[in-house]
């Protein structure tokens, strides 16, 4: 379990994504969230002094769960402040991330960091859900987004048979899970490293369940 921000920072560098150029971009993400926060609550600031394990290394270890080669086209919804969006689109810049906000001052702070962090590949998309284009995703995240059944709804459509979805869930996890009906799919919760209390619903989906069908009359 990762316990403290000099803990965060040592696993952060044993990933097989964080050379040099990566860290230098976290580094700088930091240091652009902590300025942009005294404009706008992008984050809970008690959580600043903690934002290597509690927002950085909380994004990165998703990464753990994806195969390299499947980690693109990935869609970030409800990106906020960037998590895990950024951290995904900053360890991995050969990576087509999509981040989805709809807030319009959360999205020009979006378009800034992806500026400042020279991230080619990440695509800021202004606008509700609701709005965004179908694509087929090979990942779809989401942190603190929507309960899970919503989540679902609003966004199978990016979502093909091999897409993985990587859900941090905090404590509702697994109770999320075993509420879910009416869904075909294969989730499962994975403890997070960084939360003791956290879990993260991991797997993949195949769609609405067909309605059961009636029986004939005698």
Request: charged letters at 20%; one cysteine or more; proline letters at 6%.
């Amino acid at each position: 379990m990762i316990a403290s921000e000099a803990e965060a920072r040592a696993w952060l560098a044993t990933l097989p994504e964080a050379d040099a150029a990566a860290l230098a971009r976290l580094e700088r993400l930091a240091t652009l969230l902590a300025s942009e926060n005294e404009r706008q609550n992008l984050v809970a600031a008690a959580s600043l002094p903690h934002v290597w394990q509690r927002h950085i290394a909380d994004s990165a270890q998703l990464l753990g769960h994806v195969r390299p080669e499947a980690a693109s086209p990935w869609l970030d919804l409800g990106t906020g402040a960037g998590f895990p969006g950024l951290v995904i689109a900053a360890l991995r810049p050969d990576c087509e991330v999509w981040l989805v906000e709809s807030r319009a001052m959360r999205i020009a702070w979006l378009e800034q960091a992806v500026s400042e962090l020279a991230l080619p590949h990440a695509k800021v998309v202004g606008g509700r859900l609701e709005q965004v284009p179908s694509r087929p995703m090979a990942v779809i995240s989401a942190r603190a987004f929507a309960p899970l059944e919503r989540l679902l709804t609003l966004s199978a459509r990016f979502s093909t048979a091999d897409t993985l979805w990587l859900l941090p869930k905090g404590r509702s996890a697994r109770d999320e899970v075993n509420r879910l009906s009416g869904w075909r799919h294969l989730f499962h919760v994975e403890q997070s490293l960084t939360d003791p209390e956290a879990g993260i619903v991991v797997g993949t989906m195949g769609g609405k369940e067909p309605p059961a069908r009636k029986g004939r009359k005698a």
